[in-house]
């Protein structure tokens, strides 16, 4: 990355930090009302007292703790059933219709669900988690494996290779990228819905907290817990996308991070236009046939 783009990721959130700093300091009121939000200055003194305590720090965890495991558990399950579906028609025929109506239905309203199914609010929230993180991961594996070329396949195959050596050799290597595509989604939806599943249902966690600072109308508090929320977030899917990184190095990338440069093909030389008056170039005369040597006969004469 160069310096430049250092300079202006720098920048951005300090430009939207000044711009909320202003709206909420001089009270603005044009159709967005900023008169009740709290400002900038607020929010971090409510940062640094919560900083100071052991109740903001036992959230943190318990909500971070929830979201690795469910994800995890998701990470396995959608890549191992992603796999299947799109290598076995026996399991897209068996597995596939139960799982395409389920996929449209959001993990938050499997929250009665839960409840009713496991027998603490801990295994329930770390199941909607894992539920949100899950279809994203099925969908981006089973693409990512049939969009496979067979031209590899097969040439394992040619050279004796049996159906786990083309699964670890061919299938899961070239499909890191689409599954990695679906992880950092997957990691992003978890946090969404683990927040929403401690409001509604949570008793530790950062977004149980959030939930209480509101219901005591503690706005910096509750801008809080957002900027909690979104530092977790950006924290996790960068980690998903350095590790993404890592275990796909053989694929080529701009050595800046950047769009590959383009390579400048020389141009053509035509040639210049003669000038008037100017004898013309010669021509060069073409060569003439070539005779074959006559070949001796007996008697010394030649045919």
């Known amino acids: 990355m160069t310096a430049r783009r250092r300079v202006l990721r720098m920048l951005s959130p300090l430009a939207a930090l000044v711009v909320w700093q202003l709206l909420t300091a001089y009270d603005v009121n044009v159709w967005l009302r900023f008169e009740q939000f709290p400002t900038v200055t607020d929010v971090a003194r409510a940062l640094g007292q919560r900083l100071g305590t052991d109740a903001y720090w036992q959230d943190l965890g318990h909500s971070l703790t929830r979201v690795v495991t469910g994800f995890l558990l998701a990470a396995v399950a959608g890549l191992a059933v992603g796999t299947a579906i799109a290598r076995s028609r026996l399991a897209a025929d068996l597995v596939g219709p139960v799982l395409e109506v389920l996929r449209p239905i959001p993990a938050i309203?499997?929250?009665?669900?839960?409840?009713?199914?496991?027998?603490?609010?801990?295994?329930?929230?770390?199941?909607?988690?894992?539920?949100?993180?899950?279809?994203?991961?099925l969908v981006s594996t089973r693409h990512a494996v049939r969009a496979l070329a067979p031209v590899w396949e097969e040439a394992v195959r040619t050279m004796g290779g049996g159906r786990w050596r083309v699964l670890a050799s061919v299938v899961l290597p070239g499909a890191l990228p689409g599954v990695f595509g679906g992880l950092s989604v997957g990691v992003g939806v978890s946090w969404i819905c683990v927040i929403s599943a401690e409001m509604i249902s949570g008793e530790y966690g950062v977004g149980y907290r959030t939930w209480q600072d509101y219901t005591v109308v503690d706005y910096p508090g509750v801008f809080v817990g957002m900027a909690t929320i979104g530092l977790l977030g950006w924290l996790t899917s960068t980690a998903v996308e350095v590790l993404g990184r890592r275990l796909t190095r053989w694929l080529p990338r701009p050595a800046t991070g950047g769009p590959a440069p383009s390579v400048r093909r020389p141009a053509r030389r035509?040639?210049?236009?003669?000038?008037?008056?100017a004898a013309a170039p010669p021509v060069p005369a073409p060569d003439a046939p070539t005779v074959p040597a006559p070949v001796p006969v007996r008697g010394g004469h030649t045919p």
Do not use: D, H, K, Y
């Not at 309203?109 to 988690?129: K, R």
């Not at 035509?270 to 008056?277: H, L, Q």
């Open 109 to 137: 309203a499997l929250v009665p669900v839960a409840i009713l199914l496991f027998p603490s609010n801990e295994q329930g929230i770390v199941f909607i988690t894992f539920t949100a993180a899950f279809f994203p991961v």
């Open 270 to 277: 035509t040639p210049a236009p003669a000038r008037p008056g």
